[in-house]
């Protein structure tokens, strides 16, 4: 299983945004947000909201059988849930799915023994 965890930075205006979002994929678009992850090999998408003083911070953190497959296939998937979600993102946080920045470097991970 592999895993990323990333930070987006958003303003205070647009928290109710991502409230909305979180509540409409966890809600009247459940069906398809969890068809199309499982579609992708997305075994799990958790968010946390971290207000900061200039905003907030959306830490979000996915775990996949095949990472870069599951953000290939979003990018490139003509789905309607798909489309929606892209569009949504780059609305509410201004990242283009299509154009993915890249994996993240993992600085420290530490466990006890």
């Known amino acids: 299983m592999e895993s990323t965890t ?6 205070r ?10 509540a409409e994929l966890l809600g009247a678009r459940r069906a398809e947000f969890e068809r199309s992850w499982q579609d992708k090999g997305i075994t799990r998408e958790s968010a946390w909201l971290q207000q900061i ?12 059988h095949d990472l870069e497959r599951a953000f ?30 890249g994996p993240n ?4 991970d530490w466990q006890a023994p």
Do not use: C
């Open 105 to 108: 470097e993992l600085l420290a």
């Open 53 to 64: 003083p200039d905003g907030a911070l959306v830490l979000v953190r996915f775990e996949a």
């Open 72 to 101: 290939g296939a979003l990018a490139a998937s003509g789905a309607p849930f798909d489309r929606w979600y892209r569009e949504r993102v780059l609305e509410i946080y201004g990242v283009d799915l299509t154009n993915p920045s």
């Open 13 to 22: 205006e647009k928290i109710a945004a991502v409230r909305g979002f979180v």
């Open 6 to 11: 990333f930070a987006l930075s958003i303003s």
